[in-house]
């Protein structure tokens, strides 16, 4: 039976924290990630220059959350008034 893995909870504040006790206060990594209960190998990374998960999601999207959203609203409007737009409009307005 396989492993489960553990989930982390933590804030990108939590993150930011642990990576000031690092470079402001003299900590070790492990000893920061303990500290603010974060997953010691993604502090470390974010030490390399790593980004967040999220920024890394961002840079693959065709549109922004914000374009994301505006679309949406839109098409939920259009729809509201009886001319939903069909996927391939869709697209095209993507694209």
Same mark, same amino acid.
């Given at each position: &039976? +396989?492993?489960?893995?553990?989930?982390?909870?933590? =804030?990108?504040?939590?993150?930011?924290?642990? !990576?000031?006790? !690092? =470079?402001? %206060? /003299?900590?070790? +990594? +492990?000893?920061?990630?303990?500290?603010? /209960?974060? +997953?010691? =190998? =993604?502090?470390?990374?974010?030490?390399?220059?790593? /980004?967040?998960?999220?920024?890394? !999601?961002?840079?693959?999207?065709?549109?922004?959350?914000?374009?994301?959203?505006?679309?949406?609203?839109?098409?939920?409007?259009?729809? #509201?008034? /009886?001319?939903?737009?069909? %996927? #391939?409009? !869709?697209?095209?307005?993507? &694209?």
């Amino acid at each position: &039976m +396989p492993k489960s893995r553990l989930k982390w909870e933590y =804030t990108e504040d939590d993150m930011a924290e642990a !990576i000031l006790d !690092i =470079t402001d %206060h /003299g900590l070790s +990594p +492990p000893q920061a990630a303990q500290r603010r /209960g974060v +997953p010691r =190998t =993604t502090l470390i990374d974010r030490l390399n220059g790593r /980004g967040a998960a999220e920024d890394q !999601i961002q840079l693959r999207r065709r549109l922004s959350k914000n374009q994301e959203d505006r679309l949406a609203f839109w098409i939920l409007r259009q729809e #509201s008034l /009886g001319y939903a737009p069909s %996927h #391939s409009q !869709i697209r095209a307005c993507v &694209m």
